[in-house]
Each structure stands twice: as C-alpha cells, then as structure tokens.
C-alpha cells in the first residue's frame, strides 16, 4: 500500500547510512537479560573486526550485569536479522553480512538472567 | 413576544443557517482536501450534533468553567499548594503529563482549526471551532500550572523547547503530527474517536482522580476542566464516526482501518500513563490493568457491540493490549530506570510497600518477572553503583518507543519486527507498529528517530552531556534517581520547617 | 452476555451533587461509585437526567446542557432536549 496524498508524495528515507559518517548502524540485544530494558542501537565501523565487538563493544555494553562474566563465548548462539548465524571473529562486521541496520542478537544457554527472570 | 425558539431550531439557527451556497467558485476548490481520502459524504445536512450547542450558550458554559478552575489554581499558589500534596516524588508525574501532554493539546488545537476549515458542513465546521477554542484552553490551563510548579520544582523550566527535541517526547510529538499530516476525516477519527472517545478516559480519569489522591488540586481542577470539554469531544467522535459510516458504504473499509490504526498508536502511546499510575503516584487509585479492564475491555467493548451494526469490529490487536496489561507498566518503567540520567524527570525504585502493591495487582507477572530485578537494582544503588544504561536504545520506527516490548507468550523475549521498504530496514516493536508503516511507509521512513539522530550528529554532540545541553536539560538538577535529586532535598527541607512551624 | 453499559462521570463537588441525587432517584438501576474528587454513574442500556428532578433538587431553573460545567467523561450515545440529558446504548 502507499500513502494517500493530494501531490506526488516525495520518499525522503532519514536514517540511511550515508547519514552515518562512515559507520553504519547496528543494533544489538542480549536475549532473556532484560535488565537491559530494550536492544541497543550503535554507529560502529563496517569494517570492525567481529572479535572487537565483543570484546569492546559488548563488554561496554553489558559489563554490568553480573552474568556477563560468566558467559562462555564458544558457546553463544547468535542471530543476524532473525537467522542462526555463525560469525567470523576476524573479518569485519560488512565481511560478516551485518548490513546497514542488522541485528544482532545473542543468547547465553544456561544464563537466564538475575534470579531466572529473563532480567 | 414571539415563541421562544425550540432546542432544535435554535441550533438551526445558529449553526446550520450560518453557511452559504457560494457563488463564484466551485466546492471543490473552497473545500479541496475532502475527496482525497476516499471518504464519500453524500449529504452534510445529515450531520447531526447530539449537543446542538449554539455559540452562545458555549461562550456562557466556558466562561464558567474557566472562572472556577482560576478560582482554585489562584488559591492553589496563594496556599502553597504545593505542600500539601502527599510527596515530592509525584511531581514527576506532573512533569511527564505537563511536557508530554500540554504540547499535544497545542497540536490538537492546531488540528482541529485546520479540519474546521476543511469540511464544508456547517454543523462539522463549528464543532471543529469550539473544540479548537478548548485544546487552546486546555494549554493555557497547564501553562499556568508548569509556571506555579516550575518555581519550586526542577523539569518545567523549557517545556516546549524540550517537546521537539528530548526523546521520549518524540513519542506524543509524532504521534500528533502523524494526525496532524493526514487529511481531515483521518484527523478527526484519530484524535476525537480513537483517542478521545476510546482512550483519553485512561489518561484524565483514573490519573486526575490519582491526582486528587495525592493532594495536587491545581492538576485535579485543570484536569476534570479539560474533561469536561472532553465528553463534548467525545460525543463529536462517536458522530462523526457513525456519519461517515451512514453516508457511503464504501467508508467502512477505510474507517475500520483508521480506528485500527490509531487505536494502535494511542495505545503505545498510553504506555507512559499505564507507568505514572502504578509507579509514579504515592498513593494509587486504582492499577494500569483495572483501569485497562474498566476503560477499554467493559466500556469500549460496549461501545464496538454499538458499532457492529454499522459493520465495524473491535480494533485490530486490541486481544495484545489486553495480554500486555500484566507487564505494560513494569516494563515501561524500567526503561526510565534505565534512562533516567537522559530524562527531565526522576525515576526511583518502589520500596518494599510499593512492591507488596504491585505483588498483589499484578499476581501473575510482578513477583516472577520484575521483582528480581528490582531488588537487584537496588542492591546495586546501595552499594553506590546506580544503574544506568551505557548505550542508547533501538527505536520502533512507527511508535518511537524503545523496543521494549515482549513476547505475551514468553515475557523474557522483546518482540522484534523488522520490514525492507526500497532497500533499507526498517524495525518495529509490535505487528501492529509494523502494519502501520507497510501501509504508509513513504510516512514513516521520514520518522525524526531521537536516538539515530544523536548519531547522524545532529543534537548538539555524541557525549550525553552535550545532548542533554542542547535539550536545555541541566545534568544533574533536572534528571537521575529522586534519591540523590534537588527535588528531594528542597521537599525535605519544606516539609521540616513547616512541621517546625505547627509546632511552635 | 451483550455489554450494554453506559455511565456518567461528574465532579464529585457542591454543584453536582444535586444532579447525582436527581440522577440517583430517576435511575434506580444504576450504581453510584464515589472515586477521589469523582462521582462514577454505571448502568446498563440508559441513563436519563431529567430536567424536573434537576430543578426540584435545585430550586431554581436548571437547562440540561449546564450539566456540561461538572461533566467529567460519559460513555454512550448522546440523546439531549429541553427536558433531559441522556446516554444509552444502540442495542
């Protein structure tokens, strides 16, 4: 469907990655851990090595919470835009088919957040 | 001396004979946003206004109206009322309303002298005025209530500055120029019927009646002054609904999927209000979920079984709202916990009574999802490290709400939607945020997303102090925990010499 | 069970309360509820005002459409005329 409008309705998209700076925007959310209210949105570089993004970017992230660590990384499940996806941790994020507004999400099998919450 | 005139003629009279046939132009270019929407409105004689208030008799019951509530904010100041209302830490809520709302009555103001403008009905033209002439009330009511707090409370100080810039009032900011940017049949079924008809009663009646409860008579008196505008607005939403439905069979598809739509955006948008009743007011009137059971499932429900006749359902993902009514408030709140150093107002943790009250209204969800939580927070702030969300949040690019709704089935998982419009993703908190935009995604992908903004370099800088500068919040006055707040201390302070004083 | 109901909701102050007693008297189906600052009026299928027991309660003049100064919210279709305010239900 399209918008109703008495003229021809210009398509002005605000958010596409040349608005960036040279990054790209990447969001990111830690399943059952929803001491974190809501998945995260992040500029990062397209060519960040995927390795730099856990160990940076997430520790950054999620550092408080006090599963973090406790996670065993060998055995995180990820998902790229829905999808069971098995990162490269040297090549970086555009290497790794994460586009313009992925997401990336994470679960932590055994860690079920505080108490077993999902918090 | 002539007969005086019936109810009926005086209305006639004074509204439907006030139009004229023109002469030297055609309709279609005095009126020419009417046709667009697909709306087909046969004869606009038909319109009937069950009020049938004539000009003269608005000016006279508004006059009054306004003469009380300046009697009572007047004694309110006079009084110090602000004293005697139950705890410093409700005025947060007044902050919310009064920035998020007050601007929206504004924008409301603006709508309906446009659509006014835009039917040709005389009888649609004049309620349109008078309900222009009472959003311009209505703001000026809460201008003078923000100008009273404001000179002893931090948050007031910039309220329309803040309303197009801090990001969670993007939230009834887009909400209002996605209305305001529809054509005028769209307008007026969002704003008078799903949301004045259907949900305004969520925000003024249990929240002014909450208000009353906690001593805040200014908020009481401009609150119940604008609702009883409200019922007259309501009665024009309800009219105008079953006009379009009356007058062309080929409205009801259209009209269905309007009030699908802005039932949806209304309720995303009460999200807000659901938080200040069940955390926000010392003493509670009534919980978000019996406010939701009483307002929306028994009162709308009577109002859609009225509706089926004209072939109109329930709207579309109103069963979600009513599976979200155990969660909608905790998990609302926690997001200002967790961004309360980027909001103008304090976010806190319930103490142990407050947690008992909600254990008891939310049996099924509090103790097992969100107490834990809590306690680990304030764990956490008694050890001297008070939460607080390093990383800006994923927006829903139709509500503009953090995506932090879950799943009804598992209450741990966030609900993610996601769609490609021209190449680009674009994400959604709901299926219902998510249709709203498949249907007009040339709107929303123009969506001014307070977050992706921050990014784009267009809000002052990447630090959050220098975001909060350029909202004109002041970092450490008017935002973080009320434990550590001004508020607080001048609250105390008040509170202490004025027990000094009775007892001397 | 068809949901049929209707109410008024009034501000609970001086003004008003000769309106609910009247309200009260007219509508023995219907059930008052007292909130903070508020006067809740639920009844299934109709609520009537009636102009006569308004004035009676009053002892003055008393149009229908003045109740609008102490109206909070209503819930149902609006039928008005000189002799009384009403809400009710289609069904």
New interface residues.
């Given amino acids: 469907m399209s918008v109703k409008a008495l003229y021809d309705y210009p398509v002005v998209p605000k958010d596409t990655v040349e608005q960036f700076h040279g990054n790209q925007l990447v969001f990111i959310g830690w399943d059952q851990h929803l001491m974190f209210c809501s998945p995260i949105a992040l500029p990062l570089p397209p060519a960040l090595p995927f390795a730099a993004l856990v160990e940076q970017v997430l520790t950054d992230a999620y550092g408080q919470h006090p599963e973090f660590t406790r996670i065993d990384w060998s055995r995180v499940e990820w998902l790229l835009d829905g999808q069971p996806f098995t990162p490269n941790p040297v090549a970086g994020l555009r290497d790794n088919g994460i586009g313009h507004k992925s997401v990336i999400r994470f679960r932590t099998p055994g860690l079920n957040g505080i108490a077993g919450s999902g918090s | 001396m002539a007969k005086p005139m019936n109810m009926r003629d005086k209305y006639n009279r004074m509204t439907r004979d006030l139009g004229w046939e023109p002469s030297y132009q055609p309709k279609s270019k005095i009126y020419p946003q009417i046709e667009f929407e697909g709306i087909k409105i046969e004869n606009w004689e038909q319109w009937e206004d069950p009020f049938r208030l004539t000009m003269d008799a608005y000016w006279k019951y508004q006059a009054e109206k306004e003469r009380k509530l300046y009697a009572v904010i007047d004694s309110f100041a006079q009084n110090n009322g602000q004293l005697n209302i139950t705890d410093a830490r409700y005025v947060n809520a007044l902050k919310l309303f009064l920035t998020g709302i007050s601007p929206a009555e504004y924008s409301a103001h603006r709508g309906f002298s446009m659509v006014g403008r835009a039917f040709p009905g005389v009888g649609a033209q004049v309620a349109c005025q008078m309900q222009a002439v009472d959003e311009l009330r209505h703001v000026q009511t809460q201008v003078h209530t923000i100008s009273h707090y404001n000179k002893y409370f931090n948050g007031f100080q910039d309220f329309r500055h803040m309303h197009d810039r801090v990001w969670y009032l993007s939230v009834p900011k887009s909400f209002f120029e996605d209305a305001q940017t529809a054509g005028p049949f769209e307008f007026i079924t969002a704003i008078s019927f799903s949301f004045e008809y259907v949900l305004t009663n969520l925000l003024f009646m249990p929240f002014m009646s909450g208000a009353a409860f906690n001593g805040d008579m200014a908020t009481v008196t401009f609150g119940f002054s604008a609702q009883s505008d409200e019922a007259r607005h309501m009665t024009l939403g309800l009219e105008v609904i079953k006009f379009m439905l009356q007058q062309h069979p080929d409205n009801v598809p259209i009209v269905q999927r309007w009030i699908d739509k802005w039932f949806w955006r209304g309720y995303r948008l009460l999200s807000l209000v659901a938080m200040m009743m069940d955390y926000m007011l010392p003493k509670r009137v009534m919980s978000w979920k019996e406010a939701w059971e009483m307002y929306f499932e028994q009162n709308g429900g009577a109002l859609f079984e009225d509706l089926a006749r004209y072939g109109i359902r329930m709207p579309k993902y109103w069963e979600v709202s009513v599976q979200e009514k155990d969660h909608l408030s905790h998990q609302t709140w926690a997001t200002f916990y967790n961004y309360g150093h980027a909001a103008a107002f304090h976010t806190w943790m319930p103490d142990a009574e407050e947690m008992a009250w909600l254990a008891a209204k939310y049996p099924d969800s509090f103790d097992r999802w969100y107490r834990p939580r809590y306690e680990h927070w304030i764990a956490q702030e008694k050890a001297g490290h008070r939460f607080y969300n390093p990383s800006l949040p994923m927006l829903c690019q139709t509500c503009q709400i953090p995506m932090l709704y879950t799943d009804m089935d598992d209450p741990t998982q966030v609900v993610y939607r996601s769609t490609e419009y021209q190449g680009e993703k674009y994400h959604f908190c709901s299926d219902g945020c998510k249709d709203i935009f498949e249907h007009e995604p040339e709107k929303y992908v123009q969506a001014w997303l307070p977050v992706n903004q921050i990014y784009q370099g267009h809000c002052g800088g990447a630090t959050v102090p220098e975001v909060l500068n350029w909202y004109h919040l002041r970092d450490g006055q008017d935002n973080r925990d009320y434990l550590y707040s001004e508020d607080r201390q001048n609250w105390l302070r008040w509170k202490e010499a004025s027990s000094q004083l009775e007892t001397t | 069970m068809?949901?049929?109901?209707?109410?008024l909701?009034l501000?609970n102050n001086e003004d008003a309360r000769p309106i609910i007693e009247a309200i009260a008297e007219d509508n023995p189906h219907a059930t008052i509820n007292h909130?903070?600052?508020?006067v809740?009026i639920d009844a299934p299928g109709r609520l009537t005002v009636k102009r006569a027991s308004v004035e009676e309660k009053l002892g003055r003049d008393w149009d229908p459409?003045?109740i609008?100064?102490?109206?909070?919210?209503?819930?149902?279709?609006?039928?008005?005329?000189?002799e009384e305010f009403a809400v009710e239900?289609?069904?």
């Fill in positions: 068809a949901n049929n109901m209707v109410y909701a501000q909130y903070p600052a508020m809740k459409q003045e609008q100064i102490n109206l909070i919210s209503i819930s149902g279709n609006v039928v008005e005329s000189e239900r289609l069904s």
